[in-house]
T-cell receptor
Framework: DQQVKQNSPSLSVQEGRISILNCDYTNSMFDYFLWYKKYPAEGPTFLISISSIKDKNEDGRFTVFLNKSAKHLSLHIVPSQPGDSAVYFCAVLQDDKIIFGKGTRLHILP | KAGVTQTPRYLIKTRGQQVTLSCSPISGHRSVSWYQQTPGQGLQFLFE???????NKGNFPGRFSGRQFSNSRSEMNVSTLELGDSALYLCASAEGRGAYGYTFGSGTRLTVV
């Protein structure tokens, strides 16, 4: 059973607008969450992370929000740029391994 | 600093054959993990090695195995290949144990025919 769920396989957003990618997880004991970005024919690249002691973490255009009671996190990209078109994976750290969601393909439209 | 290097980049094998994939971690990194990416299952953890010892193993059959050498380079082997083993195999390395600092390679695309 999937422990990390990204229910939107794809998302299209106009360039310059906000992209919001969502992720749900099942285990309330998870305490470290990550977002990765992946281009075709490349490995995932770490984007941003958040620990369960925080509810928000920002890094430039990227902000991750964590709602522990809802077991939900989201990645906001503002403003969206053409180079942001990629697959985004939500992930959690458990026992020194990364458990990934199935990814959301983000298309930034001109 | 060179990144994580995986060889070969692409591979085509026949059902029943075996295959060995190689991963050279970033210099100084002692932890290596392997992941399988398929369209249906996404990215799934295979195993983790640290200082030549397997520390963690995912839920894969025994046909999937790996090892790590004293120079931290790692290989994974899949025996008796099945069509469903067609996937992108990704290696990631980190300085120490724990997945916080993992850097991924570009992967080996394995096609089983």
């Amino acid at each position: 059973d999937q422990q990390v769920k990204q229910n939107s396989p794809s998302l299209s957003v106009q360039e310059g607008r906000i992209s919001i990618l969502n992720c749900d997880y099942t285990n309330s004991m998870f305490d470290y969450f990550l977002w990765y970005k992946k281009y075709p024919a490349e490995g995932p690249t770490f984007l941003i992370s958040i620990s369960s002691i925080k509810d928000k973490n920002e890094d430039g255009r990227f902000t991750v929000f964590l709602n522990k009671s809802a077991k939900h996190l989201s990645l906001h990209i503002v403003p969206s740029q053409p180079g942001d078109s990629a697959v985004y994976f939500c992930a959690v750290l458990q026992d020194d391994k990364i458990i990934f969601g199935k990814g959301t393909r983000l298309h930034i439209l001109p | 600093k060179a990144g994580v290097t995986q060889t070969p980049r692409y591979l085509i094998k026949t059902r029943g054959q075996q295959v060995t994939l190689s991963c050279s971690p970033i210099s100084g990194h002692r932890s290596v993990s392997w992941y399988q990416q398929t369209p249906g299952q996404g990215l799934q953890f295979l195993f983790e090695y640290f200082s030549e010892t397997q520390r963690n193993k995912g839920n894969f059959p025994g046909r999937f195995s790996g090892r790590q050498f004293s120079n931290s380079r790692s290989e994974m082997n899949v025996s008796t290949l099945e069509l469903g083993d067609s996937a992108l195999y990704l290696c990631a390395s980190a300085e120490g144990r724990g997945a916080y600092g993992y850097t991924f390679g570009s992967g080996t695309r394995l096609t089983v025919v």
